[in-house]
């Protein structure tokens, strides 16, 4: 969509969802389904949800999409430790998280996931990438003993100009009070190569109040890149931009973005976006595709 690209806005977003409208009713219809076919249903502690993932191409980079529906009539709280979603889920609602990678290296792979109020655990399967190996390893001694299996493997050579992802979560502005503080995240994320020794991290997102909850308030919010993965630690070296947290300032719209040096042996992970309620709590994140130095 021209203009779009380089200078995104809510207003591009809503375009886009109009296009689909027109273009897909039949997704659109769809939209509190998981796409995947490949579905896994869960029963747990008076709990109903599903769970299932998917690998698709798309704008010459591989997806990773995993999803959870809450098929209950209470909201749900979710962290698939290692695919997402980090969120809660209303009901009846399903809630994707994709991650983006150059390299198709898909493996069957395990994650912890914790579910509920509790905070219960149970480790579950989904589509994963050879990536996900080592965040594996690190769950071994939390019970989650995951064996991966290497169905396939697509080299790219030719870096993408662009990446554009799609994000919504569920975050309450006060976790002790989650079900009438709750509100919905939803926005865009890009990645944009600008020339050789630099690209651009963007992020535009709008957070709505959720009818019938009248008590959640946007400006509460603090979106913040969280600190241990690789991408982390390479965006927090390689930018200009040292604090990596942003106070939401309207519920309309929001824009997150800076130069990041290109690494000279790049490839690409994915970046880790934390979304705290009004107590700095954790409540949800997201992720965002990052060009990082690649391992030797």
């Known amino acids: 969509m021209p203009g779009c690209r380089r200078n995104f806005h809510i207003a591009c977003l809503w375009a886009i969802s109009t296009a689909v409208v027109f273009v897909a009713p039949a997704y659109r219809a769809l939209a509190d389904e998981c796409p995947s076919k490949l579905i896994k249903s869960h029963q747990l502690s008076g709990m109903d949800f599903e769970t299932s993932s998917r690998v698709y191409h798309d704008a010459n980079v591989e997806i990773y999409e995993s999803c959870v529906k809450n098929n209950g009539d209470k909201d749900l709280w979710i962290d698939w430790k290692i695919p997402g979603p980090k969120s809660y ?24 996931l914790e579910y509920g109020p509790l905070s219960e655990l149970l480790f579950d399967p989904y589509l994963g990438h050879a990536d996900d190996s080592k965040q594996m390893q690190k769950q071994d001694n939390e019970g989650c003993r995951p064996v991966p299996t290497t169905i396939g493997d697509k080299i790219l050579e030719k870096l993408p100009e662009y990446i554009d992802t799609i994000f919504k979560a569920f975050t309450p502005s006060d976790r002790e009070k989650s079900h009438d503080t709750m ?16 690209y651009r991290q963007n992020i535009v997102y ?91």
């Open 89 to 112: 889920v209303l009901p009846g609602q399903a809630l994707p998280s994709s991650r983006t990678f150059v390299n198709r290296q898909t493996i069957n792979a395990h994650s912890c």
């Open 183 to 198: 509100l919905k995240v939803e926005g865009k994320t890009s990645t944009h190569i600008e020339g050789t020794e630099a």
């Open 206 to 296: 709008m957070v709505s109040r959720i009818e019938g909850r009248p008590d959640g308030n946007p400006l509460d919010l603090t979106i913040r890149l969280e600190s241990e993965s690789p991408a982390a630690t390479y965006l927090h070296s390689a930018s200009s931009f040292k604090d990596m947290s942003w106070k939401v300032s309207s519920p309309e719209e929001n824009e997150i973005s800076f130069m990041v040096a290109m690494p000279k042996n790049p490839t690409l992970e994915n970046a880790r976006y934390e979304i705290l309620d009004r107590n700095k709590i954790v409540v949800g994140s997201f992720f965002a595709p990052a060009w990082i130095e690649a391992p030797q």
